[in-house]
């Protein structure tokens, strides 16, 4: 059974860093047919993709969030984290990591139940 | 950067037939995959590579994509079930999504 859990912070300050961990289970992160992106989406808003790690462990970014972007996997404790720095309001989102199948131009397969962040002082 | 546009909103009556469509440059030469999100939920994948239905979700439910510009979701005989976020989503060096359209059953 193939489960994604993401967890960390519900409550973050502007300017601080955010770290999300997303546990996965079911499949190897090392598998080559898949990966897993972290893809968020502001309340009543769009969804919006972040990043990806590729089973290979090349990673991808979106244009827009790259400079405050990092994410890394540990294939051992079967994690996905993501980091993004210099949290701000417009930040405040529920965050998902989400398997993707089928690598570069495939599609989510399994999504987290995803993890509400705010970011206030 | 790609951008896909796609209606704020689309209603159908029950039981009618429901497209939503999702417009970008060329995306027939693109894969596009489709979510259905409802209120307080994750996104479901309902349509991967244009035009294939995952496993449990009905076949009222289907995909195109040879229309130059704009791929479509088809959702035929809806139900008040269907009611729901609808995104497109496809790769451009990164991963797209669509701004979603609000499907209404009438």
């Known amino acids: 059974q193939v489960t994604l859990k993401e967890s960390g912070p519900v409550l973050v300050k502007p300017t601080e860093t955010l770290t999300l961990t997303c546990t996965v289970s079911g499949f190897p992160l090392s598998n080559s047919r898949m990966g897993v992106s972290w893809i968020r989406q502001p309340p009543g808003k769009a969804l919006e993709w972040l990043a990806h790690i590729f089973s290979n462990g090349e990673e991808s970014y979106s244009t827009s969030l790259k400079a405050r972007l990092t994410i890394s996997r540990d294939t051992s404790k079967s994690q996905v984290v993501l980091t993004m720095s210099n949290m701000d309001p417009i930040d405040t989102a529920t965050y998902y990591c989400a398997r993707i199948q089928n690598g570069y131009g495939g599609w989510v397969d399994y999504w987290g139940q995803g993890t509400l962040v705010t970011v206030s002082s | 950067s790609y951008e896909l546009t796609q209606p704020l909103s689309v209603s159908v009556a029950l039981g009618q037939t429901a497209r939503i469509s999702c417009g970008g440059n060329n995306i027939d030469r693109k894969s596009v995959h489709w979510y259905q999100q409802k209120p307080g939920q994750a996104p479901v994948l309902v349509i991967y590579?244009?035009?294939?239905r995952p496993s449990g979700i009905p076949e009222r439910f289907s995909g195109s994509n040879s229309g130059g510009n704009t791929a479509t979701l088809t959702i035929s005989r809806a139900q008040a079930g269907d009611e729901a976020e609808y995104f497109c989503q496809l790769w451009d060096d990164t991963m797209i999504f669509g701004g979603g359209t609000k499907l209404t059953v009438l």
């Open positions: 590579r244009d035009t294939n």
